[in-house]
Nanobody
Framework: QVQLVESGGGLVQSGGSLRLSCVLS????????MAWYRQAPGKEREFLAW???????YYSDSVKGRFTLSRDNAKNTAHLQMNRLKSEDTAVYYC??????????WGQGTQVTCSS
């Protein structure tokens, strides 16, 4: 059974940086497209970015230029480097693993709080 575990969240001041990690177990990591989402209180879950097994990336306009998504297939890990954080980036951040023929897998989320 595929499981995802996020880590790296925390409290950061506006303008600061955080690096989130998502570790996949129970499956072949390289076949999955990995994505990050976030959900702020009272808001819908928002797509942020994805990365294919080959390392091709795509970003939403809200994070393009500030966030960088990478992956290490040897360590079954995807990383989301978040720079120049703003108070509106405060949310619970989730990673998702997707592959045709498999259900989508979600992690439990990690809280990011950015104080102004």
């Amino acid at each position: 059974q595929v499981q995802l575990v996020e880590s790296g969240g925390g409290l950061v001041q506006s303008g600061g940086s955080l690096r989130l990690s998502c570790v996949l177990s129970g499956g072949a990591f390289s076949i999955f497209r990995m994505a990050w989402y976030r959900q702020a209180p009272g808001k819908e879950r928002e797509f942020l970015a994805w990365i294919t097994g080959a390392g091709v990336t795509y970003y939403s306009d809200s994070v393009k230029g500030r966030f960088t998504l990478s992956r290490d297939n040897a360590k079954n890990t995807a990383h989301l480097q978040m720079n120049r954080l703003k108070s509106e980036d405060t949310a619970v951040y989730y990673c998702k693993a997707t592959n045709l023929g498999h259900p989508d897998y979600w992690g439990q989320g990690t809280q990011v709080t950015c104080s102004s």
